[in-house]
């Protein structure tokens, strides 16, 4: 079991960029594909980036592609979203979910554990 824990929200101007980190607790954190997900108000969660138990396979959003990052450190149970050329349209709130699988997803329900969210306001 791993409980995963958001920082590095906040508010940006468009343009801007900042980097999201999730620390994940439990001793089984590479036994776990990670992703990023994201909520604006009166929106569904939304597929953001996932990446495979060793970081061998990321996927993308397409609205997100070519402007986010995402990566892991399994010595550290950490997973990171670099965000640059953020756009207003990225304001939400953000979350970082784990899977028990070997291949990561983008459906919700295809991730076991999830963190309480970070907010990532992006000022025009």
């Known amino acids: 079991q791993v409980q995963p824990v958001e920082s590095g929200g906040g508010l940006v101007q468009a343009g801007g960029s900042l980097r999201l980190s999730c620390a994940a607790s439990?001793?089984?954190?590479?036994?776990?594909?990670m992703g990023w997900f994201r909520q604006a108000p009166g929106k569904e969660r939304e597929f953001v980036a996932c990446?495979?138990?060793?970081?061998?396979?990321?996927y993308y959003a397409d609205s997100v592609k070519g402007r986010f990052t995402i990566s892991r450190d399994n010595a550290k149970n950490t997973v990171s979203l670099q965000m640059n050329s953020l756009k207003p349209e990225d304001t939400a709130v953000y979350y970082c979910?784990?899977?028990?699988?070997?291949?990561?997803?983008?459906?919700?329900?295809?991730?076991?554990?999830w963190g309480q969210g970070t907010q990532v306001t992006v000022s025009s």
């Open positions: 979910a784990a899977a028990r699988t070997v291949v990561p997803g983008a459906k919700t329900d295809q991730y076991d554990y």
């Open positions: 439990g001793r089984t954190f590479s036994n776990y594909a």
């Open positions: 990446i495979s138990r060793v970081a061998t396979t990321t």
